[in-house]
């Protein structure tokens, strides 16, 4: 839409449900509107404010209250897996979302509206990572694991990226490499075989690299330059 439309106005989803209806100011939800789910029912009636949410009610499928906001504070209370605390009208303090159908979700902290603090992430009710965000991205330490929920990866993170310290684990337990990340890439450290022996070493993004599923056949063996991995990938086969 070229410029900031003024006045009321009715949004619908792809297949032609009604999702708001109300007014804007400035291209933005400003006074009175109502929101629908995908189905056409009503989920939040009330006052907005720059886009956000102020003062209002919000329902369930059956029309019943599950929250009230007042000057753009409250909980807001979506479903069993959404809920979070809102004040002057963006996400702050502890939350818990869902995402497509519940294939992915997030629980932990928020600071205006983006992931600050403690959280963690889940696939399918299963978790993936846990540690620490700022700004809305990992940042800090952290740990991965893999879909059995054994642990991955343990260590530091800076803007999603593995930076700095870590280590890396086969599905077994034994440690696969260990020792500095950059921009998600092994810097300096070893790398171990799945019988935890030392198989090479890279220093500064160099070296000579065999690395392995988690069955213990080799998947890459060759140089390893400025980050990246030069020869030939074999018989690629892990389980995530």
Request: aromatic share 20%; proline share 0%; no cysteine.
């Given at each position: 839409m070229e410029g900031k439309f003024n006045g009321k106005i009715k949004e619908?989803?792809?297949v032609g449900v009604i999702i708001f209806e109300g007014e804007y100011i400035n291209g933005e939800r400003n006074g009175y509107g109502k929101e629908y789910n995908d189905s056409g029912i009503l989920k939040f009636e009330g006052e907005y404010l720059n886009g956000k949410k102020w003062d209002g009610k919000g329902y369930d499928s059956s029309n019943n209250v599950l929250y009230e906001l007042k000057d753009g504070m409250g909980i807001i209370i979506e479903n069993i897996n959404n809920f979070y605390e809102y004040i002057e009208g963006e996400v702050n303090g502890?939350?818990?979302?869902?995402?497509?159908s519940n294939c992915q979700s997030f629980e932990g902290e928020y600071l205006k509206g983006k992931k600050n603090g403690k959280g963690k992430e889940y696939l399918f009710n299963k978790l993936i990572?846990?540690?620490?965000y700022k700004d809305g991205k990992r940042n800090g330490k952290g740990r991965e694991y893999y879909y059995n929920e054994k642990l991955k990866f343990e260590?530091?993170?800076?803007?999603?990226?593995?930076?700095g310290k870590g280590k890396e684990y086969y599905n077994n337990g034994n440690l696969k490499f260990e020792?500095?990340?950059l921009n998600g890439k092994i810097w300096n450290g070893k790398g171990h075989n799945k019988d935890n022996k030392i198989e090479y070493q890279i220093k500064e993004g160099q070296g000579f690299v065999i690395e392995y599923d988690n069955f213990g056949s080799v998947i890459f063996e060759g140089e390893y330059k400025n980050g990246e991995e030069t020869g030939k990938e074999k018989n690629f086969l892990?389980?995530?």
């Open positions: 619908y989803n792809r502890n939350a818990k979302f869902s995402y497509n990572f846990e540690g620490e260590g530091e993170y800076i803007n999603n990226k593995r930076n020792g500095e990340y892990e389980i995530k």
